[in-house]
């Protein structure tokens, strides 16, 4: 597995940008982790759905998908694409600091 750095020390990601070791996550790196997805300022909604993830991973042991999200979470899937347009559970889930979530292209 290939690990970069993300300028922040001690904490490695994969290929793909998700964390190789999610319990190095802290909400201080959140509004680095959000500038290297195009998300410039975090709201509420951002700060809701990021901690969703990371309850939801600590809980269960996976991410939900982007229905479970939308199901789940208390924000709508239309708003979850206007949060994060690339993709609401991968880039959520990168931010949060968890493994990609199931079904996640």
Request: hydrophobic letters at 35%.
């Amino acid at each position: 597995m290939t690990t970069t750095n993300v300028d922040i020390p001690g904490v490695e990601l994969n290929e793909e940008g998700f964390f190789v070791h999610p319990e190095q996550w802290t909400e201080d790196i959140v509004p680095e982790l959000a500038r290297r997805e195009g998300i410039d300022e975090l709201t509420d909604a951002h700060w809701k759905v990021i901690r969703f993830m990371r309850s939801e991973y600590l809980e269960k042991g996976a991410g939900p998908t982007v229905r479970a999200l939308g199901k789940t979470s208390g924000v709508s899937v239309r708003e979850l694409y206007q949060l994060f347009p690339k993709g609401p559970a991968k880039v959520a889930a990168k931010i949060a600091g968890i493994p990609k979530p199931r079904g996640c292209i």
